[in-house]
């Protein structure tokens, strides 16, 4: 092929990439990201706050029978609380509140925001088979992409590996979370942060500094 043909082909291909593309999000940290929050709009995936790792999940665990599963600690428990407490402190709008059927993220969620309501799509894929797995994540990425109710902000309280698997990023440390920013064309991460984070700049909030 003539290179000025390829070159120009090249061009062409890129332009067009660049339309079908969705324009990158701005990446937030700290108590801008915190700050944007408080006009709503986005999907806060939160993973379950800390666990008893002397407990291990069955194989395959009983949905309904928290025996069967690793379960959150004391201080996994009053992170929950404090979690909570944090949206409050800093006026962040939480509609919807969904979460996994395991026990540790249904507990997160119920201390964090009061309930909740299972959500198939954030079932722990680890656990499924690949085609399962394939299904569930193709379903969160639709949720993703939905907006909340008007001026509040959608909590959705899930396993590292769901995350990982939609986004390719994921809560790193337990009580961590990601900010999705839903759109025509599915959804942007604006942003992460840690349990430690959001609790430090709540308490600047409240403060008077924040």
């Known amino acids: 092929m003539n290179r000025n043909i390829f070159l120009a082909c090249a061009l062409a291909l890129g332009a067009i990439a660049n339309v079908l593309a969705p324009a990158a999000a701005q990446q937030l940290k700290g108590a801008a990201l915190f700050t944007a929050l408080e006009k709503g709009g ?39 609380r404090a979690i909570g407490k944090a949206f409050k402190a ?15 993220t249904s507990e997160t969620a119920t201390l964090a925001f009061g309930s909740t309501k299972p959500f198939a799509p954030l079932y722990y894929s680890f656990r499924l088979p690949k085609a399962e797995a394939s299904k569930v994540a193709a379903e969160l ?34 009580g961590g979370g990601i900010v999705f920013s839903p759109g025509a064309n599915g ?14 700049v709540a ?3 409240r403060a008077g500094s924040y």
């Open 42 to 80: 986005y999907t806060i995936y939160l993973r379950h706050s800390i666990t008893d790792l002397s407990q291990n999940d069955s194989n395959p665990i009983v949905v309904g029978d928290c025996t069967t599963q690793r379960n959150l600690s004391e201080k996994g428990r009053a992170q929950a």
């Open 90 to 104: 800093m006026h962040i709008p939480v509609g919807r509140v969904m979460s996994s059927p395991y026990c540790r």
């Open 141 to 174: 990425r639709q949720a993703l992409s939905r907006p909340p109710a008007h001026g509040t902000n959608t909590v959705m309280v899930g396993h590292v590996s769901n995350a990982r698997d939609v986004a390719g990023v994921w809560p790193k440390t337990e």
């Open 187 to 200: 959804f942007q991460v604006i942003g992460t942060f840690s349990a430690a984070e959001l609790l430090e």
């Open 203 to 205: 308490g600047q909030s």
